[in-house]
């Protein structure tokens, strides 16, 4: 059956999830274009990818204090839920609030960017779905600070591992959490 990463990796594949095509490829929101596709939206789409998901993060982010976790719309709201119940199920009760950054504040109501349950001085963690330039990471992680948050630590599932992500990410100060990287779906690509 393998390790949980062999089990997640191999869920990429089942859930139809990776994507890899090395003569048209695709269009990366950079603009470049990739020989390979990650969908992490299909694959937590799937109850057992989020438990792996759940179980992983869980496992990595033992020894870390946190208060909260979330990131930027729409990819990380299911990441931070899911991790979150499997912390509060798991035997040490671990009650980690979420939070989402909105791409853009409300026009109405409040006008808030962030939405969720935060307090000022909170020890957050950053989650995204796959890491390429960390672009949207680094905004999440941008709008946490202004709002008061610690943001020591950022989790993804896939780190793609192009256009120097984790060196930009290292920059601001952030340990970087990635569950997988683009070699690890490659491998499991490649067994039966």
């Given at each position: 059956?393998?390790?949980?990463?062999?089990?997640?990796?191999?869920?990429?594949?089942?859930?139809?999830?990776?994507?890899?095509?090395?003569?048209?490829?695709?269009?990366?929101?950079?603009?470049?274009?990739?020989?390979?596709?990650?969908?992490?939206?299909?694959?937590?789409?799937?109850?057992?990818?989020?438990?792996?998901?759940?179980?992983?993060?869980?496992?990595?982010?033992?020894?870390?204090?946190?208060?909260?976790?979330?990131?930027?719309?729409?990819?990380?709201?299911?990441?931070?839920?899911?991790?979150?119940?499997?912390?509060?199920?798991?035997?040490?009760?671990?009650?980690?609030?979420?939070?989402?950054?909105?791409?853009q504040a409300k026009d109405h109501g409040l006008g808030k960017l962030i939405e969720g349950s935060i307090r000022p001085g909170d020890r957050a963690l950053i989650v995204d779905d796959v890491l390429t330039s960390g672009g949207s990471l680094l905004k999440a992680v941008a709008a946490a600070r202004e709002a008061g948050l610690r943001v020591d630590h950022a989790l993804v599932i896939v780190d793609r591992q192009e256009q120097d992500g984790k060196a930009r990410v290292e920059r601001e100060q952030l340990s970087l959490i990635s569950l997988l990287t683009v070699q690890d779906l490659l491998v499991a690509l490649k067994r039966p």
């Open positions: 059956m393998g390790s949980p990463r062999e089990q997640l990796a191999k869920a990429f594949h089942d859930t139809q999830s990776f994507k890899w095509d090395a003569e048209k490829g695709f269009k990366l929101a950079s603009g470049e274009i990739s020989p390979f596709y990650v969908d992490c939206r299909t694959l937590v789409a799937h109850p057992e990818a989020r438990r792996l998901v759940a179980e992983l993060a869980y496992a990595r982010l033992t020894g870390i204090e946190l208060d909260c976790l979330g990131g930027l719309e729409i990819g990380a709201i299911p990441i931070a839920v899911t991790i979150s119940d499997f912390a509060c199920a798991a035997a040490h009760q671990r009650l980690w609030r979420t939070f989402v950054v909105r791409k």
